[in-house]
């Protein structure tokens, strides 16, 4: 056994067990600051991990694979949890006990997710969503004094233990019919496969596995948990949610269609399924987004819309369709985590979270305004920045496997008019900052004197700054890797 | 490094540094934009006077013998060029160049940009915002009319989208502000995507996104069988473009945001809205979608036809019941769109001629027409033209200024507009001949109604009762205005100095022709 193909999950763990460790020794002040060790210690870790970056795959019997994949995701896990982690620490105030466990459990699920991005067989598989998720639901539901909090904690258990039984039975069904869970080997012995019902069985297992995946992306109808739990979470855990969890699920199902199901890609029903969920995914998030008030929840909304992007990229089955979701999903950090930052730190000045605290914003911090006003730019896909490269080469690979899959047209329709509809929403927020009127049930004006903006509020900002613009301006680099990493992986096509 | 890169450069560079000064020193802003803007001009009148047309002998050769590079940009007539890479995995290039149309549109685009800058100083609060967006919006569109990669043109034109939102919303005028610049984006922005999935298609074609190769490309194709550009996905291809880019140009019944856009829109943004960046679409349609799939093009220009008769008669209609000074201007600018989309429509190159000549006459005429409404809001704070009566007498040089404006609007000879609409309609004659015949009554008539009509209210007659106090255009406040009337009596008078131009794109004009003339024969 190879202990060096998972030198990162290790020293990631590392870091987690040793934050609760020096918390002993810590006095409660200064607890807060724990959290630039952490980004310490994952930027190391981070370079690491790109350091190791097409050395070739190195395969363990463990169903684990270090292929130009896996560190892609790796390097992307890692990435979102140091912002994520400096978020905590400028929300930390908010925490009111705890503050390294919650590092702690950071770490931990980046473990998970870092674990995800190399499963080769489907117990690691099991394994790796559980880390995520139970780590999850402790996360949820961290800020114990806030009903919101535990509520969405528990509602996140009750939807996600469901999910997790559903992907388990699925799994159990793909062992009970090929007798393997290496990907490979289930791929080898599904081409062996002539009995009719066994194959039935092989397919509701994968089925249902991709159910359990279907959860962590939000797709509909796997989405009813997301509102609530976006909004009663802590601003920190939604971002890594919304960027780290659901990138798990993605990694997952690239690895398990292109992987584990080489028969089931020629099967016209499976494109026909993810057709119509990318498709009622994307209209039911940028519709339910058009009247939210709360930012967290229109978020959440807008989340739910852009994992429709991804699926849209996930149903042509090639690696053109896998690179445009690797890039998209780069382009999506830097979006999501400047608006949920930003978010973070005007909600605590006000207390609240509807959409009207960003009133004046442009006046009371320029920066935030910024970053804000080009988080949602990049999201809603306008040039300069990188949401709009995103969302082109995704169309560009939907729209290239038109002649393959007739049924293309059906999903690049709903697609551009979910855009258009999200372009509401999301202009509405750039309208609160620029000429908001601030609580129109109110008649005070809004706020106008300077908002202060914490340190490490401030390295997000300028890092999402610096992701946006430069990815929007410059893509070629991460186009270029996200091309390595996906290069021959839907072999079949 | 090409002249057309500082020509785009200037204005997006001058966003930058402003973007690093404290928002208190005011006058840096509008000096810093004025001197952008007036870098471009210069530039650009240099490019234009420069342009030296390649002998139209030359072109006999065509198709081009050469696939690549410099040999290419001769053949199609292209200028100043300049290739960088940028994006190898997609193969994008930042890769800009004139041809005759290009360069009339860039020279008009930096003297209505001047303009427009000139005539901002109404803006007195959040300068610094205003003049970055606007520098943004600038540079953005003057780059779209220079691109030679498709990317990079879509890309440069829809750096105007969010500008365009935010200084309605923050610096718009009427209690409509919100729902106009919530109406205009959503419009725009379901155009553009149109357009996007539309060049997608072309590029997947083609292989490229450069224009020329492209074209190059679509000459192969044009003669041989195999590997041939079918026509049902050129119908496909040309009727995203034909929508998505007509949406962005108001085409009927596409247009209803136009005028109410306008109408909300701070001067300087409706100068370069309705006066640039709408010509883009217009650009586009003759730059892309007619020489890369005339046989789509020929299932779908009839209709064109149709539609843009829907501008002529409706917009028309429309404009003369208009008791708002912007909303008339707005209706009777998207009513103009009609001429250049039948100049389109016919693909002959008289009228594809004449129309890039109404692009270049009506974006100059807008920038007027809306910068002298700005400046009458600004002095009265209203438009109402029940409220405003026998302005002339208390303005005589912003009065003269508005009757010329008003009259080049209807078409009188001596005007750019006139050349480049009589130019339409002998190029449409023989193609369409009902529509061309109901296009010029209504122009007429139409048109004459209601901008006489606009001009005996407002100006002439006694000064009204309700008429707030105003007060003339002084010294060099007059230069925008000046400048740009004295443009359009420049190209009214002598055509030919654009007409030259145009004329030397004859590469393109022939690509579109040829395919439709083959159908007719």
């Known amino acids: ?493 | 490094m090409s002249p057309l890169t500082y020509i785009m450069g200037l204005p997006l560079a001058m966003a930058l540094i402003l973007a690093v000064v404290p928002g208190e020193k005011r006058p840096f802003f509008r000096w810093g934009a004025r001197l952008a803007t007036l870098g471009s001009l210069l530039l650009a009148i240099y490019v234009f006077s420069v342009f030296d047309p390649p002998i139209t002998d030359q072109l006999g050769t065509f198709p081009a013998q050469a696939t690549e590079g410099s040999a290419l940009e001769d053949a199609y007539g292209y200028k100043f060029t300049q290739r960088v890479e940028w994006i190898p995995t997609l193969n994008i290039h930042y890769y800009v160049g004139v041809d005759g149309i290009g360069i009339v549109m860039v020279l008009m685009a930096a003297l209505v940009a001047f303009a427009a800058t000139c005539c901002a100083q109404e803006i007195r609060t959040r300068e610094k915002e205003f003049y970055i967006l606007l520098l943004l919006m600038t540079g953005g569109i003057l780059g779209a009319f220079m691109s030679l990669d498709i990317f990079l043109m879509y890309f440069l034109h829809e750096l105007a989208l969010v500008p365009t939102f935010i200084m309605i919303g923050v610096w718009g005028r009427g209690k409509d502000k919100d729902f106009a610049a919530y109406k205009i984006t959503l419009y725009l922005s379901l155009g553009a995507l149109l357009t996007l999935a539309g060049v997608i298609m072309l590029y997947l074609q083609f292989g490229s996104f450069s224009l020329l190769n492209m074209m190059d490309h679509a000459t192969q194709f044009a003669g041989t069988e195999a590997g041939a550009f079918s026509a049902a996905e050129q119908n496909v291809i040309f009727a995203l473009l034909m929508f998505g880019l007509g949406i962005l140009v108001g085409l009927w019944p596409f247009h209803t945001w136009a005028p109410l856009g306008y109408g909300a829109a701070p001067t300087a943004t409706a100068m370069m809205h309705a006066g640039v960046i709408k010509k883009f679409g217009l650009f586009m349609l003759i730059k892309v979608a007619l020489p890369l799939a005339p046989e789509g093009a020929q299932t779908w220009l009839p209709i064109l036809a149709l539609l843009c008769l829907g501008n002529i008669l409706y917009c028309g209609l429309v404009a003369m019941r208009q008791k708002d000074l912007n909303l008339l201007i707005g209706n009777s600018s998207v009513a103009h769109m009609g001429f250049v989309f039948l100049g389109i429509a016919s693909v002959t190159t008289i009228g594809l001629t004449g129309a890039v000549m109404v692009m270049v006459a009506h974006g100059l005429l807008a920038g007027l027409a809306f910068g002298l409404s700005g400046y009458l809001y600004s002095q009265a704070r209203t438009l109402d033209m029940d409220k405003l009566q026998g302005l002339l007498a208390g303005m005589p040089f912003w009065g003269t200024l508005m009757i010329m404006a008003l009259m080049a609007g209807c078409g009188l000879p001596g005007f750019a507009n006139f050349a480049g609409e009589l130019t339409v309609f002998f190029g449409a004659w023989k193609v369409y001949p009902v529509i061309t015949t109901i296009g010029i009554w209504s122009a007429l008539v139409i048109g004459a109604v209601y901008m006489l009509r606009a001009i005996r209210t407002l100006l002439h007659g006694m000064k009204g009762e309700q008429t707030p106090e105003v007060e003339d255009l002084k010294h060099w406040q007059r230069l925008p205005y000046a400048l740009l009337i004295a443009v359009l009596l420049l190209f009214g008078f002598y055509p030919k100095l654009i007409t030259d131009k145009i004329g030397q794109s004859n590469a393109t004009f022939r690509q579109a022709t040829e395919a439709q003339a083959k159908e007719s024969e």
């Open chain 1, 1 to 493: 056994m190879d202990l060096s193909l998972v030198s990162l999950e290790i020293g990631i763990t590392l870091i987690g067990v040793a934050v609760l460790l020096v918390d002993l020794w810590t006095p409660t002040e200064r607890k807060a600051q724990l959290g630039w060790w952490v980004v310490g210690g994952l930027v190391a870790v981070f370079c690491y991990s790109f350091s190791t970056f097409n050395q070739g795959p190195g395969t363990g019997a463990l169903g684990y694979t270090k292929d130009s994949l896996a560190v892609f995701f790796q390097g992307y896990f890692v990435l979102s949890a140091i912002l994520v982690v400096l978020l905590t620490q400028s929300y930390a105030n908010r925490i009111r006990s705890g503050i390294s466990e919650l590092y702690a459990l950071i770490c931990f699920a980046l473990a998970g997710m870092s674990f995800a991005a190399g499963a080769n067989s489907l117990a690691m598989l099991f394994v790796a969503v559980e880390l995520i998720t139970i780590t999850f639901y402790v996360l949820t539901s961290f800020e114990r004094n806030r009903f919101r909090s535990l509520e969405a904690g528990v509602k996140y258990l009750i939807l996600g233990a469901a999910s997790s039984a559903i992907m388990v039975f699925g799994i159990a069904l793909i062992y009970g019919s090929t007798g393997a869970l290496d990907f490979h080997e289930i791929a080898r012995a599904t081409m062996a496969l002539n009995d009719d019902s066994i194959m039935l069985l092989y397919q509701l297992g994968v089925l249902m596995t991709l159910a359990g995946l279907f959860f962590k992306l939000a797709a509909v109808p796997f989405q009813v948990w997301v509102p609530d739990v976006y909004q009663g979470a802590p601003t920190p855990v939604t971002t890594f949610l919304s960027i780290g969890s659901k990138a798990a699920g993605i990694v997952l199902m690239i690895r398990l269609l292109a992987e584990a199901c080489p028969p089931l890609q020629h099967e016209v029903w499976l494109r026909q399924l993810l057709a119509l969920m990318a498709a009622a995914t994307i209209l039911y998030g940028s519709l339910c987004a058009l009247r939210q008030r709360n930012l967290k929840r229109l978020l959440g909304y807008s989340s739910i819309a852009s994992a429709g992007f991804v699926l849209l990229g996930l149903v042509t089955l090639n690696d053109l369709g896998a690179q445009a979701v690797l890039f998209y999903l780069a382009a999506y950090v830097f979006g999501v985590v400047g608006a949920f930052t930003v978010i973070a730190v005007v909600s605590e000045e006000s207390a609240d979270e509807d959409i009207s605290i960003l009133a004046n914003l442009h006046q009371r911090s320029p920066l935030m305004a910024t970053v804000l006003t080009l988080s949602i730019i990049s999201l809603a896909g306008i040039p300069p920045l990188a949401g709009f490269i995103g969302k082109f080469i995704l169309l560009r690979a939907a729209i290239s496997s038109l002649e393959v899959h007739p049924i293309m047209p059906w999903v690049i329709g709903p697609a551009l008019i979910g855009v258009v509809i999200s372009f509401y929403y999301y202009f509405s927020v750039i309208r609160e900052i620029f000429w908001g009127k601030g609580r129109f049930w109110k008649e005070e004006a809004p706020a106008t004197e300077p908002l202060d903006c914490p340190r490490s509020a401030e390295v997000i900002l300028l890092t999402c700054l610096f992701g946006l613009i430069g990815l929007g301006l410059f893509p070629e680099p991460i186009l270029y890797i996200a091309g390595e990493a996906t290069n021959f992986l839907f072999f079949a096509n």
